[in-house]
Nanobody, 124 residues
Framework: QVQLVESGGGLVQAGGSLRLSCVAS????????MGWFRQAPGKEREFVAV????????YYADSVKGRFTISRDNAKNTVYLQMNSLKPEDTAVYYC?????????????????WGQGTQVTVSS
């Protein structure tokens, strides 16, 4: 069983920054690929970013490329999402997810465990 706990969400003005964190339980965190997804009100959950187990491979949704950065610290069992130049359309609940197979996926049904989510609200 893997537990994921996100933090770092909040209210920020457009153009501002936030850094989300996701702490994972389990001794094999360093073997998981980790992803971030988000769900805006009335919309489907969508892929945001993913990072490989060793941090060498990352992928981003086109909508966040160049503004968001995913990273991880395996010594701390933590994955981060640095969000810069935030826009009102980034408003959503952000979820981290773990892929125990270690594959770098953009499809949410490939992920095995999910956090409870953290709210990000960007005001215009």
């Amino acid at each position: 069983q893997v537990q994921l706990v996100e933090s770092g969400g909040g209210l920020v003005q457009a153009g501002g920054s936030l850094r989300l964190s996701c702490v994972a339980s389990g001794r094999t965190f360093s073997s998981y690929a980790m992803g971030w997804f988000r769900q805006a009100p009335g919309k489907e959950r969508e892929f945001v970013a993913v990072i490989s187990w060793n941090g060498r491979t990352t992928y981003y949704a086109d909508s966040v490329k160049g503004r968001f950065t995913i990273s991880r610290d395996n010594a701390k069992n933590t994955v981060y999402l640095q969000m810069n130049s935030l826009k009102p359309e980034d408003t959503a609940v952000y979820y981290c997810a773990a892929d125990l197979r270690g594959t770098v996926d953009q499809e949410e049904n490939e992920y095995d465990y999910w956090g409870q989510g953290t709210q990000v609200t960007v005001s215009s």
